[in-house]
């Protein structure tokens, strides 16, 4: 199973992208987490670009399209979704990489409510599914753990695997349910 992870954070030492990093790290056999690198390099979405959109733009549809799964962790900034996110999946809302595309958002801070709940809401508007037992809440912010240290917590390591697995559950019953059509 392929998962395509993106961070909504473009800072050097995000919590939310050093989780995904974590996450890669934990994966289980058969289980390939890759993050998307380019969030911060994508242009302002423009309408007027949708139907001819560039080159990194349909490089990240090619790897949503490519991916079995997105997870999708992202801070709030003054209760919304940062900009570099919603950015990205402007770009997205012209082209069919998110139907049916299952997705777990992942969110570092419990305090961060409206940003979890904007992004579930533009994530479901596009057709995506949002695979509830893959959503996690991993209380980082403030806690002061390093990676190292992530990747030695047996609680964190536990909730990630497990978000790993329900993914993997709900896309092997996807392709259960598109062949027994
Ligand atoms: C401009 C700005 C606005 C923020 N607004 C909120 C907010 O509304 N609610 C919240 O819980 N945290 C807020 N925060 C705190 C961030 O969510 C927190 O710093 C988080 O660690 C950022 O994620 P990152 O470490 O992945 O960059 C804000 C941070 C910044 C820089």
């Not at 299952?102 to 992004?119: D, E, G, I, K, Q």
Request: glycine share 6%; aromatic share 4%.
């Amino acid at each position: 199973m392929k998962i395509l992870a993106i961070s909504g954070s473009l800072r050097a030492a995000s919590l939310n992208a050093m989780l995904l990093r974590v996450l890669a790290r934990v994966a289980p056999a058969g289980v390939e987490v890759t993050l998307y690198p380019d969030l911060g390099q994508l242009p302002l979405f423009n309408p007027d670009l949708a139907d001819a959109p560039p080159a990194i733009v349909r490089a990240l549809e090619q790897a949503i399209l490519e991916a079995d799964a997105l997870v999708i962790a992202s801070p709030e900034y003054a209760h919304g979704v940062t900009g570099a996110i919603k950015n990205g999946l402007d770009w997205m809302v012209g082209n069919e990489s998110f139907i049916n595309k299952p997705v777990a958002l992942f969110n570092a801070s419990p305090r961060a409510t409206h940003a979890h709940a904007a992004l579930r809401e533009t994530v479901c508007v596009m057709s995506a599914r949002v695979v509830e037992a893959a959503c996690i809440v991993v209380p980082l912010v403030g806690a002061n753990l390093d990676e190292q240290a992530l990747v030695h917590d047996a609680a964190i390591v536990a909730a990630l695997r497990g978000a790993l697995l329900a993914l993997r559950e709900h896309v092997g019953g996807s392709t259960a349910d598109v062949m027994a059509q």
